[in-house]
Nanobody, 119 residues
């Protein structure tokens, strides 16, 4: 089982930036993808971004392309989500995930971190 712990959430004004981090520990192994999902109040959980083990392959939801950047540091076993040009509709709980490549399935989930974007 992989344990994932997110950090970096908070309150920011529209147009601002935040960087989320997610540290993995436990039974990590080579070739697992990591990523982020989010869930806004009253809405279904949705995919945000994912990155491959090597970092060479990434995938983004259309709603965040050009604004969010996912990266990873395997030496630190950490994945990052740089979020720029934030919009009120980005407000959600963001969950870190780990699993099979960049398309999943993602069997390990973090506890989530709140991101709130004020207008």
């Amino acid at each position: 089982q992989v344990r994932l712990v997110e950090s970096g959430g908070g309150l920011v004004q529209a147009g601002g930036s935040l960087r989320l981090s997610c540290a993995a520990s436990g039974r990590t192994s080579n070739n697992y993808g990591m990523g982020w999902f989010r869930q806004a109040l009253g809405k279904e959980r949705e995919f945000v971004a994912a990155v491959s083990w090597t970092g060479r392959s990434t995938r983004y939801a259309d709603s965040v392309k050009g604004r969010f950047t996912i990266s990873r540091d395997n030496a630190k076993v950490t994945v990052y989500l740089q979020m720029n040009s934030l919009k009120p509709e980005d407000t959600a709980v963001y969950y870190c995930v780990a699993g099979n490549g960049i398309y999943g399935p993602f069997g390990s989930w973090g506890q989530g971190t709140q991101v709130t974007v004020s207008s």
